[in-house]
């Protein structure tokens, strides 16, 4: 299903562009890449932090700049080398780490999703633990399960600067309020589909995605398992114990897939998800399954929550966290910075400066509610509140091995156009046993 040797072929055609080009790819919300100059040498001086992260789009970009003007203000003599690539997800800057760890020049901090996908630099040892950055006060105040996935081997990894909730339906409002439909009447996905019908036979898109990076239809996959399927199912299907292609649960949920996309937009392949968010926005189409840092960019075009759109969870017991952390690469040129940055990043004051515009919520349980708009304290008292089922996010690199996500994104892909259920479980589990069970390191309990 993965051809190794073609991927790190083309992995290393992409890098040697890169380095003959003197720059990365970056910067627009579109993701059409924009110029970013890289510093080609850093400085060996302390007062340097050269940092990769992949916030390019709207709310995101303003979130993490906000962020770097509170470090600034805190630590003047340190000067920022932010390196932003775009590709919602870090699709694109993953690559381009790959390369800058190979050569043994990462940057002095990055980017990266709790969970699996910290997992190959710790294994190739290419990140150091932070232990010592964990003080008692954040041990007190980052939830537990939050905790356990930047942990491995026992040792801390990363700092969550965010919680993200991938399983939301954003709706536009005042088309709802057109159509005399009320949110509240949504509960359950058969809700959901009854509401697109009833857009659809009127003339309104139902659904607004955007796949052309391939992650949010697998993303829309994933709600759509969690909703049909139920948490117990999500839990099977994480820990690779769905292995019969006739499992009837499965051919439920890509069966529910498949009726989903019958309400999406017809140019879907040509868009990325912002512009699928930018579909809502304009009233083009009604919905669209997408993370809360849809949030975010919703209220950088000035639209106001709970007035011009709102928020459906579904499951709504359900918390389907996508944490986005930063990490010490072990051969750092700045690790004192990059200490400082992630002690910064770890406090309330960091994570209630960028939590506010990025749309997402503080990953510590302590940090006041007063900065957030109405759909954020609703999702910060869901993920404090003991009744609500907190999973991992297969999208977004936390729930299964990145082998098996690269495996998954080409089969939703592919099922988007084709639609043929049984091919695509049987596909799916072939990448089980193929790319998760041989990459398995953690067993998941969720229920």
């Known amino acids: 299903m993965r051809k190794a040797v073609y991927s790190l ?46 916030w390019t789009a709207g709310g995101e970009k303003q979130a993490i700049e906000a962020v770097f003007k509170k470090f600034k203000d805190k630590y003047p003599n340190i000067e920022i080398k932010a390196n932003p690539v775009s590709g919602g997800a870090g699709v694109n800057m993953k690559m381009v780490l790959q390369s800058l760890m190979l050569a043994g020049k990462p940057p002095d901090t990055f980017q990266v999703h709790a969970g699996y996908e910290m997992s190959p630099y710790i294994k190739a040892n290419q990140l150091t633990p932070i232990d010592d950055i ?5 041990k007190k105040h980052y939830p537990q399960v939050i905790q356990q996935m930047v942990m491995f081997n026992g040792h801390y990894y990363a ?14 409002k005042h088309i709802f309020e057109k159509y005399g439909i009320d949110p509240n009447s949504i ?13 659809k036979s009127k003339g309104v898109t139902p659904f607004a995605l955007g796949d052309r990076n ?48 019958n309400y999406v937009n017809s140019d879907h392949a040509a868009k990325t998800w912002d512009e699928a968010c930018g579909l809502v926005y304009k009233g083009d189409a009604a919905m669209t399954i997408m993370g809360d840092w849809a949030n975010g ?44 940055w992630l002690s910064f ?62 495996d998954l994104n080409d089969i939703i892909s592919t099922f988007v156009t084709n639609r043929n259920v049984d091919e695509t479980a049987k596909s799916i589990v072939n990448a089980v046993k193929q790319d998760l069970l041989p990459n398995k390191i953690k067993e998941w309990k969720l229920t």
Request: proline share 8%; glycine share 6%.
């Open 9 to 54: 072929l083309l992995v290393s055609f992409l890098v040697f562009g890169v380095i003959a080009s003197g720059c990365i790819s970056g910067g627009t919300s579109t993701e059409t890449p924009a110029t970013v100059t890289v510093t080609k040498s850093v400085a060996p001086e302390q007062n340097v932090l050269e940092i990769y992260h992949w």
């Open 134 to 138: 964990w003080t008692d006060d954040m």
């Open 159 to 172: 700092v969550p600067i965010n919680v993200h909730r991938a399983n939301v339906v954003w709706y536009n």
């Open 187 to 199: 509960k359950s996905f058969d809700d959901l589909m009854r509401v697109a019908q009833e857009l």
């Open 214 to 261: 391939k992650w949010p239809a697998t993303h829309a996959f994933e709600v759509v398992m969690l909703s049909v399927g139920g948490v117990q199912f999500y839990q099977d299907f994480i820990n690779g114990k769905i292995t019969d292609p006739n499992d009837p649960t499965l051919k439920k949920v890509l069966n529910a897939y498949a009726e989903y996309l």
């Open 297 to 340: 960019y919703f209220k950088a075009k000035g639209w106001k929550p709970d007035v011009d759109y709102g928020a459906i969870v579904l499951p709504s017991n359900v918390y389907d966290l996508v944490i986005d952390t930063f990490v010490l690469p072990a051969k750092a040129a700045h690790p004192d910075a990059a200490k400082k």
């Open 345 to 406: 990043i770890g406090t309330v004051e960091a994570q209630n400066t960028f939590n506010p515009i990025k749309g997402s919520i503080p990953a510590r349980d302590d940090a006041p509610l007063d900065p957030y708009g109405p759909i954020q304290k609703e999702f910060i008292k869901d993920l404090r509140s003991s009744s609500t089922k907190l999973v991992p996010s297969i999208t977004h690199g936390s729930a299964v091995p990145p082998a098996f996500l690269s």
